[in-house]
């Protein structure tokens, strides 16, 4: 592959600093030293550290702990409020990534048919760009049952105030809903960037045969976005289920109890979380991480089938 | 398409597509204002009276006009309401701290290593590669644990380097984009320098990077970002206030605030002071970050 970088290097060998670099092998670990430490150190001995952990019964306090087998895997088996988590959090994710994919999908066709300014892509990025904290923070004051600005807008049209986050049957979907707010520019920036890739002159072929724009949109456009979007629904699915910083926020203000109210947000995230820095369980919070790889471990691979991701139908 | 639709488009064609696309430009404006008017919202909160918010006023501009809570949030003023502090200045200082340290480590070291996979010769490359991609697959909260336990055992608990430690030196995603970019780059100009004696230290010095300043700036710009607006790691390993950073503080802000009354118009204030270096930021670089994004997407 780089056999044309390769020989020249090895026939010319100058002196001194440079010969020493321009030896590949040797170079190529100086280049690479300081990230292989980071992989190595972060990622590497972290995840098989993990695995270990979720044998243990660790202790952060002592800093100790004792291998006990397949215990932790037997009570998270039947852990009720694993149950929980994972059936909180897959509701979660339909309802953030069903929506939030129709309406990207849609606003990246938008973007694309009908203007192409840069202007308009970079103001629906916006709510991305701030932390998930500063987003929670403003849909807690929107939403306030009392004062907020959009229950007095539904009250002017005689709709009871809804309690968003206050109410188990509200709350997940409220969540997703802001989440959805949050993404829905960047996500439709990232199928924009794969509608660029459909030719023009197909659009101007089916217009030309009198074809109107949801024709084109579902003969040409879906079929050609196809791999685009499995990608983007692969990465949208993993991000959705380790949703964290939002429901910790929006649920624990105020004096709440994350999660809340009576667990009806406590995703798995979070429980994995409580787990660890609240109930002094390392070793059972490193067991449910397992879980959650595996899962999402899986996911990606039944949703890589589904979708046919490599497959590209513009042959 | 069908004889039949070539005939309907014939027919109409003239006002169906103006038609839709009024529609989509109404469709696009509510979009628009439903991402903006938030923001809206909350500054005009911040420059509002706390009492005349209880009382339910939903007025357009700022009601009962002060500068009070900015003013409270960012020190000028002490707070006397409540017991809840954000030190503003103090967080800032450490957000800015370790959003930079991140970034120049991770672009740096990155760039290194993406230029070993791109163009060096060594036994193991590829599999090495594919290690550093599988990476990619791991959930942050199943190496976040065994990370924790790692910075407490070096005694890195409340300080910059427990709080920059695993993001400084790579991140999969890093290396790949950038691998990306080096690849794409014409070898003749690296080839030309090496067979004019220069290692390659100098070769990625003096020409790798120059010719990919635009995408390593916009990996900068995409690590900050991503480093400022980091919740989880700040807030298990840097929870002493002289340490704390914005999203954290802004959290503890939000816990320490009573059920019944909030302090809206501070809480308001201190969520766009948060905010803005984002937004400002975002404002000066805006179409590069659109397009680096965008890029991303495609690769």
């Known amino acids: 592959m780089s056999q044309a970088v390769a020989t020249p290097s090895r026939v010319k060998r100058p002196t001194g600093w440079s010969r020493m670099t321009s030896s590949d092998t040797g170079a190529a670990w100086l280049f690479l030293l300081p990230a292989l430490i980071g992989f190595v150190t972060f990622y590497l001995v972290p995840t098989i550290r993990g695995i270990y952990l979720s044998f243990t019964d660790w202790n952060l306090l002592s800093n100790t702990g004792t291998v006990t087998g397949l215990e932790n895997y037997e009570r998270l088996i039947g852990d009720p409020l694993f149950w929980n988590a994972m059936r909180v959090t897959g509701v979660y994710v339909v309802i953030n990534i069903g929506l939030q994919t129709i309406l990207a999908v849609g606003l990246a066709v938008m973007m694309d048919r009908f203007t192409k300014s840069t202007f308009i892509r970079g103001v629906m990025l916006v709510p991305w760009l701030v932390p998930n904290v500063v987003v929670a923070l403003l849909w807690l004051w929107m939403l306030d049952p009392n004062v907020g600005i959009v229950n007095s807008f539904l009250g002017w049209f005689g709709i009871d105030a809804i309690p968003f986050f206050g109410s188990p049957t509200t709350v997940i979907p409220t969540i997703a809903g802001v989440n959805i707010w949050r993404h829905l520019g960047y996500t439709a920036l990232l199928i924009f960037a794969g509608l660029q890739t459909v030719p023009n002159s197909l659009y101007e072929a089916a217009a030309a045969d009198g074809a109107t724009e949801f024709q084109m949109f579902r003969k040409i456009t879906i079929p050609l976005l196809r791999p685009v979007l499995a990608l983007v629904l692969v990465i949208t699915v993993i991000g959705s289920f380790q949703v964290f910083d939002t429901v910790a926020v929006a649920t624990g203000g105020f004096g709440g109890r994350p999660g809340g109210p009576i667990n009806a947000s406590r995703v798995i995230y979070l429980y994995i979380f409580e787990n660890a820095f609240n109930f002094n369980l390392f070793g059972y919070a490193a067991t449910l991480s397992v879980a959650l790889f595996l899962f999402l471990f899986i996911i990606t691979i039944v949703q890589l089938r589904l979708l046919r991701a490599s497959e590209s139908d513009l042959a | ?299």
């Open chain 2, 1 to 299: 398409m069908t004889a039949d639709a070539h005939g309907l488009g014939d027919m109409v064609g003239r006002s169906r597509p103006r038609m839709s696309r009024v529609l989509a430009w109404v469709v696009l404006g509510l979009l628009l204002f439903v991402t903006l008017f938030p923001f809206y919202w909350a500054l005009r909160t911040a420059f509002s009276s706390n009492e005349l918010l209880f009382a339910g006023e939903q007025q357009l501009l700022p009601v009962g006009p002060t500068t009070i809570n900015v003013e409270r949030v960012v020190g000028l003023e002490p707070i006397r309401q409540g017991g809840a502090t954000f030190d503003y200045l103090n967080v800032l200082k450490n957000s800015v701290i370790m959003a930079t340290l991140i970034t120049v480590g991770q672009v740096t070291f990155s760039a290194f290593a993406a230029y070993a996979f791109a163009r060096l010769k060594f036994r193991g490359r590829e599999a090495l590669f594919t290690l550093f991609l599988t990476g990619l697959m791991v959930p942050p909260i199943f190496t976040l644990i065994p990370n924790f336990v790692l910075v407490k055992n070096l005694g890195w608990l409340n300080t910059y380097a427990g709080l920059v430690a695993p993001y400084i030196l790579m991140t999969p995603f890093a290396v790949f984009f950038l691998r990306q970019f080096f690849l794409g780059i014409n070898r003749e100009i690296e080839e030309a320098a090496i067979i004019d004696g220069a290692g390659h230290f100098r070769t990625f010095w003096r020409i790798v990077v120059p010719m990919t300043a635009a995408p390593l700036f916009t990996l900068g710009i995409l690590t900050y970002i991503t480093a400022w607006n980091e919740y989880l790691w700040p807030l298990v390993v840097a929870r002493e206030e002289s340490v704390r950073v914005l999203t954290v503080a802004l959290g503890v802000f939000t816990t320490q605030q009573p059920g019944t009354s909030p302090d809206w118009a501070g809480l308001m204030a201190a969520t766009m002071l948060a905010a803005a270096p984002i937004i400002v930021g975002f404002a000066l670089t805006g179409r590069r970050v659109v397009d680096s994004i965008q890029f991303s997407g495609i690769k």
